[in-house]
């Protein structure tokens, strides 16, 4: 009578993500068969995945294969059957399961250096608008991003500063990025309309003429003045006198000139 072959199988409990892994049924024995020297048949099939593993193909008594990178929501667990067939028809089944560890670290996008406008004497709140962190398993992990300083931080004008995150993903998979923000002021001061003036002269020179430095703006130098030429109190002669006016912050811009008559 032929009796079924004996089905064995071997196969790695866990395994990291990239590694080399062999399912292994080299032990597989047939008494009559290995008298004779006929070789086994085997067949080879996934059971369970994803990921999933092409192995159907296979007919030899081992399979070697790197373990894929997780997608998205794959838990890592796979198992495998091995269907061994001897010379009179008869089979014998044996399986074995595998684990895929995660080992991939969530990746950054939006992590450029970054500059900003002031929007005050102080500087910018700026925020890390576009920063995100991807990861292979979990997908979209940016709520775990931790930065310092943090977005929304005040920075101030000057020099870039260097901002440090870091992500780590469920199973302890770390990155960590850093990117340069530089406030800077390039806004020019505004200064506002000044109405003409019309005067009576006080003698053949003219008169001396005062008036108040028009208002200017500035979202910096918040205590920014106008300079007028000619400036107030100076003595303007019959007739109309063009009187410009002119203010540069601190950073160098300079204001529109405003001009009124007298």
Sequence with gaps: ??????????????????????????????????????????????????????????????????????????????EFEL????????????????FIEDVTAPVFSGDGDRTEEATGPGG???????????????????????????SGWLFGIGPATT??????????????????????????????PQNDIAMEATGPTGRVVTFDAPQTFDVVDIDLVATCDPPSGSTFPLGSTIVDCDATDTAGNAAVTESFTV
Excluded: M
């Design 1 to 78: 009578a032929n009796d079924s072959p004996f089905a064995s199988l071997h196969c790695p409990l866990t395994v990291n993500e990239g590694a080399s892994v062999t399912l292994d049924g080299s032990a597989s024995k047939d008494y009559e068969d290995d008298a004779s020297g006929t070789l086994l048949q085997y067949r080879w099939s996934q059971l369970q995945g994803p990921p999933n593993i092409d192995v159907g193909n296979e007919t030899g008594e081992t399979v070697t294969f790197n373990a894929p990178v997780l997608g998205t929501g794959e838990a890592g667990y796979i």
């Design 83 to 98: 269907r061994v067939t001897d010379s009179g028809n008869l089979h014998t089944i044996a399986s074995c399961a595998i």
């Design 163 to 192: 901002v440090a995150c870091a992500v780590e993903d469920a199973n302890h998979n770390g990155n960590e990025t850093s990117f340069n923000v530089r406030v800077q002021d390039t806004t020019k001061p505004v200064i506002a």
């Design 124 to 150: 910018a709140n700026v925020f890390y608008d576009g920063l995100a962190a991807i990861d292979n398993v979990e997908g979209d992990v940016s709520d775990a991003i931790v930065c310092v300083p943090p």
